[in-house]
């Protein structure tokens, strides 16, 4: 989130993202747009336990940044394994985020624990998979545009 706020923009692109699509509507079709885009945040947030991984010196906190993205930009996966998965091809500036979602600090030592068990999860190991799972228990705390700037001036 820092190198974020320190550029300006979403420099990766084409870049990841999670959304509501099509697929994610089929695959979940019970839900409204709000369950919808809670469940695109969740995918979000276990791929935000993949970044952390491939950054050891990173706090281990989940950071999931909501923006709003020109829908001619956003092209979806066609698959039902990450049904919430795009790409966005495109910039995503500092001024296209509307919120921020971080794991609060009194859940470290579980989502360190779930990054560490993420290979063999990953491998099918499912102890591995309940150490995962179980970084879900912890909800995101929301935050809006204008506080993130200082929640990553603290190192969080």
Known sequence: MAGVLRAGEIEDSPARGYAVTPALR????????????YVAMMHAARESLRLL??????????VVLAAE?????????????????????????LRDIVSGHVDDAAATDEIAAA?????????GNDDARFVVDGAEGYELQWYATQELEDLAGHGE
């Open 26 to 37: 089929e695959w979940y079709s019970s839900g409204d747009i709000e369950e919808l885009e």
């Open 53 to 62: 991984d491939a950054d050891p010196a990173a706090p281990r906190r989940r």
């Open 69 to 93: 993205v020109a829908s001619e930009h956003v092209v979806a996966s066609a698959g039902f394994e990450e049904p919430a998965l795009v790409r966005v091809n495109g910039p995503v500036r």
């Open 115 to 123: 990054v560490a068990a993420l290979a063999a999860a990953d491998a």
